[in-house]
């Protein structure tokens, strides 16, 4: 018929690739468990893909315990790098926002009392 599509194509077919690892196990549970009502009714012939395993053997998770295709493996490596990202930005940002909070409160409501911070100040006032 011609040449199989490229693996990076066939992964957007693979429904297990798009399960998260959290819930892969309850994933598996439900699959296994059609698939066998599938079989008892007719619905699937007993020469289908052995229950458990995807196109490619079974699925392994960062873990160790499955693996996974490679470019599944770099969409999450970006994925968890970005909500790394992510995070820091966000508390950067509330870092910014309590220091301007503090500085109004504590400077005057131009902060214009902040260049003396950490300043000692003393005055004597005569004895």
């Known amino acids: 018929m011609g040449d199989p599509p490229p693996r ?3 992964v957007v077919y693979r429904i297990d690739e798009y399960i998260p690892d959290a819930l892969y196990d309850q994933w ?3 699959r296994d468990v059609a ?4 079989v008892r009714i007719g619905f699937l012939g007993r020469g ?9 053997g079974p699925r392994k998770l960062s873990s160790g315990t499955k693996s ?3 470019d599944v493996a770099a969409a999450r490596e970006k994925h968890t790098k970005a909500n790394a990202e992510l995070t820091r930005v ?3 940002i509330t870092k910014a926002e309590d220091t301007l909070r503090q500085m109004q409160e ?3 409501p131009d902060a214009e009392w902040k260049k003396l911070d ?10």
């Open 8 to 10: 990076a194509l066939t």
């Open 28 to 30: 598996e549970t439900v």
């Open 35 to 38: 698939i066998d009502w599938m």
């Open 48 to 56: 289908s893909k052995a229950a458990g395993k995807g196109p490619d």
């Open 68 to 70: 996974l295709t490679p």
């Open 90 to 92: 966000r508390s950067d």
């Open 106 to 108: 504590r400077f005057g």
């Open 118 to 127: 950490g300043t000692c100040v003393e005055h004597d006032a005569g004895e």
